[in-house]
C-alpha cells in the first residue's frame, strides 16, 4: 500500500522559515518526480515546486523561486520542501505527490502552514 | 498560468448522472491529451480518479468517466453515489514542468 506521509507545517511569523518533510513508501520512489502542491483552504490546487527522480532536475512557481527550496533522499524515500522567507500568503494545506506519465498517482494526506504575527 | 475554469458546484440525486466541465486553452486542454481528474473528499488527500482524458485507475469505478472536445474537457459521474460527494478537480499538462489545475467543483448529493 502506497503512503505518503507530510510533516513539519505548523505557525510561522512572517520573514520565517519551515522544513517541510513527505516520507513515502509502497512505490519505487525514485521513478517518480515529487512535487509540492499548495491549497489556501476552501481554493484550488497550485504546484509550487517539483523535483526529477534523480534530484538533478528542480523547477517552482513564479511565487515562491528563491525563497523555497526542494530536494530529496532517495535512500529514505523523503523529499522535502525549505521555505524561507515566508508570506502571509504562503499559508495553506502543502501536499506533496508523486507525478508520473503526466498525472499525479500519489498524495500526501497534507500540512497545513499558517504565516502570521 | 490561469487555472481552468470549472462551475463552482453542481448536484444531483443519487440514481442520476451528473457531468462537470473544465474549459482551458488551446496551449493546455486543447493541446494536450493529459487530463486528469482528481476527488477530493473534505480534510482529505486528493485521489486520481481520471488520467490522459479517459483512463480510469485499477480501482477506480466506472461510474466514473471522462471525455475532451476542444478545449473543455469532462468528467461524468453516472448512477450518482452519496459517497460521491466531494470537491472535484482537473488538471491539465500544459508543456515543460507546467501543470494547472481546475478552480474546482463541489458535488452535492441531493
Known amino acids: 500500500e502506497v503512503h505518503l506521509v507530510e510533516s513539519g507545517g505548523g505557525l510561522v511569523q512572517p520573514g520565517g522559515s519551515l522544513r517541510l518533510s513527505c516520507a513515502a513508501s509502497?512505490?519505487?520512489?525514485?521513478?517518480?518526480?515529487m512535487y509540492w502542491v499548495r491549497q489556501i483552504p476552501g481554493k484550488g490546487l497550485l504546484p509550487v515546486s517539483r523535483?526529477?527522480?534523480?534530484?538533478?532536475?528542480?523547477t517552482y512557481a513564479d511565487s515562491v523561486k528563491g525563497r523555497f527550496t526542494i530536494s530529496r533522499d532517495n535512500a529514505k524515500k523523503t523529499v522535502y520542501l525549505q521555505m524561507d522567507s515566508l508570506r502571509a500568503e504562503d499559508t495553506a494545506v502543502y501536499y506533496c505527490?508523486?507525478?508520473?506519465?503526466?498525472?499525479?498517482?500519489?498524495w500526501g494526506q497534507g500540512t497545513l502552514v499558517t504565516v502570521s504575527s | 498560468q490561469s487555472a481552468l475554469t470549472q462551475p463552482a458546484s453542481v448536484s444531483g440525486s443519487p440514481g442520476q448522472s451528473l457531468t462537470i466541465s473544465c474549459t482551458g486553452t488551446?496551449?493546455?486542454?486543447?493541446?494536450?491529451?493529459?487530463v486528469s481528474w482528481y476527488q477530493q473528499h473534505p480534510g482529505k488527500a486528493p485521489k486520481l480518479i481520471i488520467f490522459?482524458?479517459?483512463k480510469r485507475p485499477s480501482g477506480v469505478s466506472d461510474r466514473f468517466s471522462g471525455s475532451k472536445s476542444g478545449n473543455t474537457a469532462s468528467l461524468t459521474i453516472s448512477g450518482l453515489q452519496t459517497d460521491d460527494e466531494a470537491n472535484y478537480y482537473c488538471?491539465?499538462?500544459?508543456?515543460?514542468?507546467?501543470?494547472?489545475f481546475g478552480s474546482g467543483t463541489e458535488v452535492t448529493v441531493l
Open positions: 505527490a508523486g507525478e508520473s506519465d503526466y498525472k499525479f498517482d500519489y
Open positions: 509502497g512505490f519505487t520512489f525514485s521513478d517518480y518526480y
Open positions: 523535483i526529477s527522480g534523480g534530484g538533478i532536475v528542480t
Open positions: 488551446s496551449s493546455d486542454v486543447g493541446k494536450y491529451d493529459f
Open positions: 490522459e482524458g479517459t
Open positions: 488538471c491539465s499538462y500544459a508543456g515543460g514542468p507546467t501543470y494547472v
